[in-house]
């Protein structure tokens, strides 16, 4: 007898959303290559993680970056309004009042009469000069947490590449397996007809212990069938 194991198969079950989705709905033979490809696109996983290295390698060409100068530029424009003003009636206060102390009814009238814009623009730049090693360790750091996203992403490709495999063997093996074992059923089929017609006939050297003990096999084979199927069925 032969024993089939599914647990290869069993790893097949993260291979991947896309695949899982496309394998699902499109009846459609796929070879290994093209499922490896489905794989590496489909995969929310991988697409996650390029998205991290892509992150990495951002911080990475800011830190380069930290040898250029930075700066800050503002600039401040606000209205001028016009002012006058009025002494008291005895000349002791030359600005007791102004044209700004106006009754409600003239506000539109003081905020429009207008002297002219202020405006002011300052550029503020900052240059490293030296920083004591900071810069170029950031940048080694960087540089190392770019390599350590790739070799993590190349890790995980590998991973999921592992999987589609897993699942590809393991479907050609279930039906290997399925196809030598309805090939020996027939065989069993023809012995079992045969040794039933020499017990009936009382000729021939078979025996009921003979009977059985085919019967036995027979059972173990067809159980042997369904593991075979349901290891093709999750594949």
């Not at 079950?13 to 896309?18: D, E, I, P, R, V």
């Not at 479907?171 to 079992?192: C, F, I, P």
């Not at 212990?209 to 290891?231: N, P």
């Amino acid at each position: 007898t032969h024993r089939f194991s599914i647990s290869a198969v069993a790893a097949c079950l993260c291979a991947g959303a896309g695949l899982l989705a496309s394998g699902a709905a499109q009846a459609k033979a796929y070879k290994l290559d093209e499922l490896l490809d489905m794989a590496r696109k489909g995969n929310p996983g991988l697409a996650a993680n390029a998205q991290v290295t892509a992150g990495v390698e951002a911080q990475a060409l800011e830190a380069h970056r930290s040898y250029l100068p930075t700066g800050e530029l503002s600039s401040t424009v606000a209205p001028v309004p016009r002012i006058q003003c009025y002494p008291n009636s005895d000349g002791s206060d030359p600005c007791a009042t102004t044209n700004f102390s106006f009754q409600p009814s003239q506000t539109f009238d003081a905020i429009t009469n207008l002297r002219g814009v202020f405006t002011r623009t300052e550029v503020k730049l900052v240059q490293p000069i030296y920083t004591f090693g900071k810069i170029s360790a950031g940048i080694n750091a960087a540089e190392m947490g770019v390599e350590a996203s790739r070799s993590k992403q190349s890790g995980q490709v590998a991973d999921v590449e592992l999987n589609v495999r897993k699942a590809y063997w393991g479907a050609k093996l279930a039906r290997e397996m399925l196809s030598m074992l309805d090939e020996g059923l027939d065989y069993m089929n023809e012995a079992q007809k045969k040794i039933d017609e020499e017990l009936a006939e009382g000729s021939g050297n078979a025996s009921v212990t003979d009977r059985l003990r085919l019967r036995t096999m027979r059972a173990e084979i067809e159980a042997r069938v369904l593991e075979a199927r349901r290891g093709d069925a999750l594949a």
